[in-house]
């Protein structure tokens, strides 16, 4: 037998050394390839010549996977980076391995988004959708300032359902998104809403709500389930709210009304608040419906006829577990406020809940701990309607009819505003951006011009009350052109909005309650925040924009002559 294994065969039939056989190996050439020839079967094999054999078969197979030359230029490249070496350039100058910073990128790079692999329920441009993600992301901090505090739940993934198959919804928060950071940013007013052409989001949510209602009635089939129909109506809810929104910048206050009438409708084919089941859609319409009370004067569509739709009872607060501190609304804080005791009586009682809900809230804080959802709820549903339906006529002050022939404020009666204005502040305006009135600061203005304070004591109770409903308005309804944004950077007052006539009044209130502006003494803040904390106060919500509007106070250098 003949056997051939690639190896060159000498004259003879004799096998070449090894040590010659390995270096023809190396050898590429067809003519240096070797040849063995070996003859019969029995005859002993050479050691040597048999483990060049084996070395010759097993060549290629144990070397591992090898670099291609990009990564074999790479790998030496980050070798004489990472050792320090010099690298030598095209001269053959050593350089500085320093100047090298970055390796040669060998990942490619990510291609189009996350986003590209939603089908949405409608044609919508990528950066609408970029808004809307970015507002959603945040937008229960946004809507809510005391969303720290309060235990809303997990956030649910529906609204990103909806996008993809509610094509009226994916439009109404392309342009509630787009409104809400303009009015964060600054970039929009009244006016400009008003000039400004038609937003292509809103006629396209329009055109598909005109369809939808025409098409299928608020109260679908008799033979859909309980689940459609709800479905369905707390979809349109919540388009008809961002329609709402945008006509209260708009000004559009006939469309507003319409909008809200709506929402009525809808509430009440659920069978009424009570029956309800989105208390979060709920919080929503609830706050609407008195954000257009108070920014129109007119009356809130919800709890107008008491015999059909009676007050939401006040709420029993109970101490959470989880707070173990003893909480102090069980004290007499507010009992001890002189003025109190000669309030009427149903107002006493909703400054007493509201009382109780702040400290509740301000523990929470401290704690750093959660309240349910339903204190918001019951607290701002059974106070606000109550204030909005409570009325203390003016009246002629026997002791001052000669000096001061108007008709003069009750001290009820501006109680009754302060309490809605702090109550619009902690359940109504959203984190950062403050929802225009019309109505209600004027109102408001004209309460504290004329207060009657004859009823307290001058020397105590008097500049500390009105410390607290000034700085209550300013910080919630008073449009006194502070930025409020930033606490830190003094503000001015220069006379525009109503920073005429209430920064200097402020001055004035802030002195006599023991707070000299520009003294070596305690700091004018300090001394301040306790004669609000004696009222109603929560730091969360009203630090960062009263110290914003102490410090328009204190750089106003000649306060006015109003006391």
């Not at 006509?247 to 084919?269: F, K, N, Q």
């Not at 009370?293 to 959470?320: I, M, Q, V």
């Not at 919630?476 to 007052?493: E, R, Y």
């Amino acid at each position: 037998m003949v056997t051939s294994i690639g190896l060159q065969s000498l004259p003879g039939g004799l096998p070449v050394e090894p040590k010659n056989m390995a270096s023809a190996t190396n050898s590429v050439s067809a003519e240096d390839m070797p040849f063995i020839v070996a003859t019969g079967t029995k005859k002993k094999v050479n050691p040597e010549l048999r483990k060049f054999i084996r070395s010759h078969v097993m060549m290629g197979r144990n070397k591992g996977k090898t670099l291609g030359p990009r990564l074999k230029k790479t790998s030496a490249l980050s070798r004489k980076v990472d050792s320090g070496e010099g690298i030598a350039n095209e001269e053959g100058e050593q350089t500085n391995s320093a100047l090298i910073t970055t390796l040669p990128r060998v990942i490619p790079p990510k291609v189009g988004s996350e986003l590209s692999f939603i089908r949405f329920a409608d044609t919508i441009e990528h950066s609408a959708v970029t808004v809307i993600i970015q507002f959603s992301s945040m937008a229960k901090k946004a809507l809510f300032p005391l969303e720290s505090c309060i235990a809303f739940g997990a956030k649910e993934m529906s609204w990103m359902e909806a996008l993809t198959m509610d094509p009226a919804y994916l439009h109404a928060m392309a342009f509630s998104a787009r409104d809400y950071f303009d009015l964060l940013q600054g970039r929009m007013t009244l006016a400009g809403y008003q000039q400004a052409p038609p937003c292509p989001h809103l006629v396209r949510t329009l055109q598909l709500l005109r369809e939808r209602l025409d098409g299928v009635v608020l109260a679908p089939r008799r033979d859909d389930n309980d689940v459609i129909k709800t479905s369905f109506r707390l979809g349109t809810a919540s388009v008809v709210l961002c329609l709402a929104f945008h006509s209260h910048l708009m000004g559009d206050l006939p469309a507003v009304r319409h909008h809200m009438l709506g929402l009525r409708t809808i509430v009440d084919l659920e069978g009424g608040l009570l029956a309800f089941k989105n208390l979060k859609l709920a919080i929503e319409i609830l706050r609407c419906d008195l954000n257009m009370a108070l920014h129109t004067g007119g009356k809130p569509l919800f709890f107008d006829d008491l015999a059909r739709e009676p007050y939401w009872p006040y709420p029993t607060f109970a101490l959470p577990h989880d707070i173990s501190e003893p909480s102090p609304i069980y004290s007499s804080g507010a009992e001890d406020l002189a003025f109190l005791d000669i309030l009427d009586p149903s107002l006493a009682s909703a400054w007493h809940v509201i009382k109780q809900f702040s400290t509740l809230v301000n523990s929470a804080a401290t704690l750093q701990r959660k309240l349910p959802k339903e204190y918001l709820f019951e607290t701002m549903v059974s106070v606000m309607y109550r204030l909005l339906h409570m009325s203390f006529p003016p009246s002629h002050s026997s002791t001052s009819s000669a000096s001061f022939p108007y008709p003069q404020t009750p001290l009820n009666e501006a109680i009754r505003l302060g309490l809605l204005a702090y109550s619009s502040s902690v359940f109504l305006q959203w984190a950062g951006v403050r929802l225009p009135y019309l109505h209600f600061p004027r109102v408001y203005r004209h309460a504290l011009v004329n207060l009657d304070l004859t009823s307290l004591d001058p020397s105590s109770s008097s500049p500390q009350l009105l410390l607290w409903l000034l700085m209550v308005g300013a910080i919630s309804v008073f449009d006194t052109n502070i930025n409020l944004a930033s606490s830190g950077d003094s503000a001015a007052s220069s006379g525009t909005g109503d920073a005429a006539w209430i920064v200097p009044w402020l001055r004035v209130n802030v002195e006599m309650c023991g707070a000299t502006p520009g003294s070596d003494s305690e700091p004018t803040w300090n001394t301040v925040r306790r004669v609000l904390d004696s009222f109603l106060w929560i730091p969360l919500v009203h630090d960062k924009p009263g110290k914003a509007v102490l410090d328009a106070v204190i750089s106003l250098e000649c306060p006015g002559p109003r006391s």
